[in-house]
């Protein structure tokens, strides 16, 4: 079996020297500082059954949540001794399945999303649909240009989109606006 692991910066293949040492190093793609702590089970082959391991020996931990496993790594966020079916790896923590739960439903991990709002489909409805009764448009239309400007740059849908949307509904919101100026103006004249 070949030990590999990567980078957590950059990804890039990192060889055993980075393994077990006490300090840290510096990677040889991205000058990111690491150092790697190895569990046993790390050189364990798959058919060895890491995944849920049984206790065999008295001194082995077992999990909080299966105690007839053999504890592979503690909760990052409780400390609570997990096995290998139970660790959850997430933005570089270990966690368990209760605290990845506790920390999503209180807000407490905020790269944690299960939703998004997608501004972009918000803009493009602001422009059309207040066309059907065109008094709305008078707020709507500059509320488009706003919601552009402040969300251009935020990510979109969890799946890749592009801007498109957010072009097509200025594109619909400026006629929109010129025609008010043109109605207040001629009212203004009037």
Known sequence: MT????????SAELDAR????????????????IGAVVFPAFYKDAEQGIAGESIIE????????HPGK?????CDSCGRFLCTLCAI??????MCPVCLET??????????????????????????????????????APMVLIITAM???KPGSILRTSKIRFVIAC??????????????AGAING
């Open 171 to 184: 594109i619909i919101a400026i006629p929109q606006i010129a025609i008010w100026i043109f109605v207040v």
């Open 151 to 153: 969300h251009w740059k």
């Open 70 to 74: 053999k504890a592979a790594l503690p």
């Open 89 to 94: 790896e997430f933005d570089g923590q270990n």
């Open 3 to 10: 030990e590999i692991i990567h980078c957590t910066k950059c």
């Open 18 to 33: 980075y393994i077990g040492i006490d300090n840290l190093t510096k990677c040889y793609s991205c000058n990111n500082e």
């Open 103 to 140: 920390g999503q439903k209180k807000h407490k991990i905020s790269t944690l999303e299960d939703r998004r709002k997608v501004y972009d489909t918000v803009a493009l409805e602001l422009a059309i649909v207040p066309m059907l009764i065109f008094w709305f448009t008078i707020f709507t």
């Open 58 to 65: 008295a001194d082995d931990a077992g999990c909080f949540y």
